[in-house]
């Protein structure tokens, strides 16, 4: 059983916004840091945001104002709020769970199957 579940992405006009949520079940997602990955095609996989349990949040430069994550710990849920959609923003969106590490260099221990995100014109 995959213990992160990303919800359905979409098809989304370029300055548009979408919301993400990442479930978790099995784990608890207050004890990890959650990370929003993405990998567009023919590039690497990069991480756009993560939030720490202990509240520490970091986004990467490309998506800084624009992306918010936030987390409902009763839901047991962590939300990517993606704002002024960019056709770059193209990508397989995925999130993920570390036990320790956290920020924009992390190598989770559990992944998410992803979900895609298309920014049309």
């Known amino acids: 059983e995959v213990p992160l579940v990303e919800s359905r992405g979409g098809l989304v006009q370029a300055g548009g916004s979408l919301r993400l949520s990442c479930a978790a079940s099995g784990l608890t997602a207050s004890d990890y840091c959650i990370a929003w990955f993405r990998q567009a095609p023919g590039k690497e996989r990069e991480v756009v945001a993560s939030s720490n349990s202990d509240g520490t949040i970091n986004y990467a430069d490309s998506v800084k104002g624009r992306f918010t994550i936030s987390r409902d710990n009763v839901k047991n849920t962590v939300y990517l709020q993606m704002n002024s959609l960019k056709l770059e923003d193209t990508a397989m969106y995925y999130c993920?769970?570390?036990?320790?590490?956290?920020?924009?260099?992390?190598?989770?221990?559990?992944w998410g199957k992803g979900t895609l995100v298309t920014i049309s014109s």
């Open positions: 993920a769970a570390d036990k320790i590490f956290c920020g924009l260099r992390i190598l989770p221990d559990y």
